[in-house]
């Protein structure tokens, strides 16, 4: 087992003018489940790979332990990587499969046999042992890219969108599995998704990218709670937070007719003359008087447990596509379209961030 640091770690892609990781500093602690998350192209799969030795690092190093393995190739890295279409070799059984790593590396049969069957146990796939992929349904092809990673017993697991072909029931239920069974076995693990839900529910900690930098790395908690910047907000939580423009005035910020105090510390940093306020569906509350946003509901959306509501803010300028609102609401009384709410926004769950650079304000 190993820690992993990410050493302001540059890929350029020849033609491509910005690079696709840029200057990742990162460090994953031995043992540590980390998820790299972010929007389609962000470089997930690119940050993956220079660990894996895939990809090329321009600039900067990876270091694995306390071995700086920026110039080793893949095979001596001691990692195992589980790919989105498990690329398990169709004449091959199983458990040739799992073992095939084993084979290779010239271990003796009786102890590829052995490490096998023990992957299989701890995968529930030892029934399956003989048959050949294509023969398995896709959720038990996934436990064998599993199982031929664990058979490795590497340093570092590394996978890349492992449940994507999975469907989205089957995935719920795996991810549970994958990250416990990581829980077991102590290895290190950098987990790749787009899914932030999936980024929350299996991460240590989660770090989140956006065009090749890192935005921020912390735990599912800390990064829910306090967003580093608008980026990181709007990105985590679904339905998202609710992101506004307000103009700032003397003691707050002015938005939707309504004045929502900010502190003078706040107030202070800001650049401009406008910020930009964040406020999660489930920070609204229905309230009367002063400081109350109006918002006129479009569509309200019934779930059982919840209820949200999709609307505008009533009094802002109608081409301004941020004033749209979702707001959480009581789901046994739920408003109808073409009401009006009037919500306020629970003070210690607002976050405001400068509107020109993203980053939020103290
Ligand atoms: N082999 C490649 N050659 C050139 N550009 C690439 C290559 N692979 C990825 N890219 C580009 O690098 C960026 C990051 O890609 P990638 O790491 O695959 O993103 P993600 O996995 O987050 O979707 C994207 O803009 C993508 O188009
Ligand atoms: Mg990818």
């Known amino acids: 087992m190993a820690s992993i640091t990410y050493d ?37 799969s690119t940050s993956l790979r220079m660990l894996a030795g895939l990809e090329d690092i321009d600039d900067g190093a990876v270091w694995i332990g306390d071995r700086d393995v920026t110039q080793l190739p893949p095979r001596s890295r001691d990692i195992a990587m589980v790919f989105q279409n498990y690329a398990l070799y169709p004449h091959m059984t199983v458990a040739q499969n799992m073992g095939f790593a084993l084979k290779i590396a010239g ?8 490490k096998v069957l023990e992957a299989a146990k701890l995968l529930d796939i030892e029934q399956y042992l003989d048959r050949k992929p294509k023969a398995l349904s896709g959720g038990q092809r996934q436990r064998v890219a599993m199982g031929r990673a664990i058979v490795r017993e ?47 529910t299996m991460g240590d900690r989660v770090a ?11 735990t599912p908690r800390a990064l829910y709670d306090r967003p580093a910047n608008a980026f990181v907000a709007g990105f985590i939580g679904s339905p998202a937070m609710n992101l506004v423009t307000a103009k700032l005035t003397a003691d707050g910020a002015e938005v939707g007719g309504a004045r929502v105090p900010l502190t003078r510390e706040t107030i202070a940093a800001a650049d401009g003359d406008t910020v930009t306020l964040g406020f999660r569906p489930e920070a609204l509350e229905v309230a009367t008087g002063d400081g109350t946003l109006p918002i006129k509901v479009e569509l309200v959306e019934e779930l059982g447990s919840d209820a949200y509501v999709y609307g505008k803010l009533a009094e802002t300028d109608a081409a301004d596509n941020k004033s749209n609102v979702v707001a959480r609401v009581d789901p046994r009384t739920p408003p109808a379209m073409g009401d009006t709410l009037n919500l306020r926004i629970r003070p210690d769950e607002l976050h405001v961030f400068s509107a020109t650079s993203g980053l939020r304000l103290p």
């Not at 990781?21 to 998350?37: K, N, Q, S, T, Y």
């Not at 549970?176 to 790749?192: D, E, H, P, S």
């Not at 989140?208 to 912390?218: E, K």
């Open 208 to 218: 989140v990218l956006s065009d090749g930098l890192l935005m921020q790395c912390d």
């Open 107 to 114: 271990r003796p049969a009786s102890e590829i046999k052995q």
């Open 8 to 44: 302001k770690a540059t890929r350029r892609y020849a033609g491509s003018d910005r690079p696709a990781v840029d200057a990742l500093d990162l460090e994953i602690a031995d043992g540590e489940f980390l998820v790299l998350v972010g929007p389609s192209g962000c470089g997930k």
């Open 154 to 200: 590497p340093q570092v697991f590394l996978m890349d969108e492992p449940l994507s072909n999975l469907d989205a029931k089957l995935r719920v239920s795996t991810r549970t599995q994958i990250a416990a069974l990581q829980r077991r076995l102590g290895v290190t693990t950098v987990y790749v998704t787009h899914d932030q839900v999936e980024a929350m």
